[in-house]
């Protein structure tokens, strides 16, 4: 990703070391080591030796194509959990909840990139957040709530989100009437999972 990074730099892409921050996307013909088997995305910073400058950045692939399952929950069933979907399918393949842009991997690349761009702005140098005492066990404030979508979440249950006239999931609304279904973090305020259509 570092290596991405510089060449973007080079092609005149600012850097700024202050307050810039890079989003990397890939596509679904693209793998990245530890993709769809332990990360859906992850965050850090540049090395100075490497880019020129610590900045933070965080990458999300595209799941659509090589883990839908892993990547683009809870619009596609996670195959290695050995069991059928729950409820059946109803015209959308193994879909627990229709996509709200119509596109699986699409939708829950835009669910993990909220949660990359929600612990890059909070841990922006990977050493901020910790759960428990284990300094060598760090848990975000994504990585806490991941599977909560809404009130009640729990147990494979993405909790109490909003439905379009179609039926499809979501709980954020965006620009020109897209709607988005994007993970809670962790409001420590709260001291709980939080999110944009929290009921209580």
Known sequence: MQSIIKSAAGRGMPLDPRDGAYLVLTSGDVSVQEFCRAV?????????????AIVPYAWVGYSGTQCPGMCAYPFAWPTYSGKPPPGGSSGGGNNLMKPPNGDAGMDGMISVIAHELAEMSSNPLVNAWY????????????????????????????????????????????????????????NPSRRRCFGPNAMD
């Open 40 to 52: 859906c995305g992850f965050h850090y910073f540049t090395f100075p030796t490497v880019v020129g």
């Open 131 to 186: 759960a428990g005492d284990d300094p060598m066990n760090p848990t975000e404030i994504a990585d806490l709530c991941l599977g909560i979508y809404g009130t009640g979440a729990g147990g494979g249950y993405v909790g109490q989100v909003m439905k379009d006239t179609w039926g499809d999931g979501y709980n954020v609304n965006g620009v020109k009437g897209r709607k988005f279904l994007v993970q809670w973090v962790w």
